[in-house]
Structure formats: C-alpha cells, structure tokens
C-alpha cells in the first residue's frame, strides 16, 4: 500500500475537529507482517482503538511544532521525532507509522490522520536503540497533503 489519509480524519479536519496546529499530533509505530498485526482500513478505521493494540511496537511520540506549511494546498508540517531506545521484540520489522490526534482523552476518541509505510529506513528492525523519522523537506510534500 501507499500512504495515505484516513478518510474519516479528512472528515474531521472539515467538521473543525482536527486542529492540525494546536493538537497534539501523535506517531506511533506499527508492525503489520509479523504476529499481531495491524491491517490498514483507510475507509472504516476512525479512531486509534482501531489499531491493533499488540501490533504497536512502542510507545507514541508528539509532533513538535505541528504547523500548516502551505496553507495553499494543505501541506502539513512538523519537527523530525525520535523514538528513544525501541526494545528489539518477537514482532520483528516496524513497517509503518501511524499519526492521529492525541488530544481527546481516550483511545475511542483520538482521530487517525494518516498511515504511512513507503518512507526512507521502512521498514526498521528495533535493536534497542533510538529511531527517528525525519519528514520530508520536499516543498508539497512535507508529513502529508490534505
């Protein structure tokens, strides 16, 4: 697959329910070849319970300085995060990362945004060490184009 926006996010960005600016744009990583699993649902997944629990490889990071590149043509942007000291594990490769809303408080309320497993250094077998995603500085490109 390609990445791609969760349908029901772009819903939410048009209800007003997604700030990409002020609410905490969250990353976690994801496994979806190796033991549990997670199989994408662009059009049927909407909030983060949907995401097989024990497919998320490690815990989830914040976007710092989440802002709308390019107003324009609906370019978002944000600082590269780092994923400190993932634990090798029995799931083998992280395969994709997924980004919602962290903002509401619970998993059955935190929108998916965006699904991404065609990326530089994807996929990426924990060792123990830190894993970062750098975002692409691409002009129109950046994190993702509503």
Known sequence: MANALYDPGRGYFL???????????????VNTTAGTTYTVDLVNHDFLDDVTA?????TAEVIGNPVAADYNIGIADGDDITFALVAAGGYGAIEALVIYNGTPATDATRHLIAYIDTATGLPVTPNGGDITVQWDNTA???????
């Open 15 to 29: 209800k007003g329910a997604i700030d990409w600016s002020t609410n905490a744009m969250t990353v976690i990583l």
């Open 54 to 58: 024990g497919a998320i490889v490690d």
């Open 140 to 146: 129109g490109t950046k994190i993702f184009k509503l």
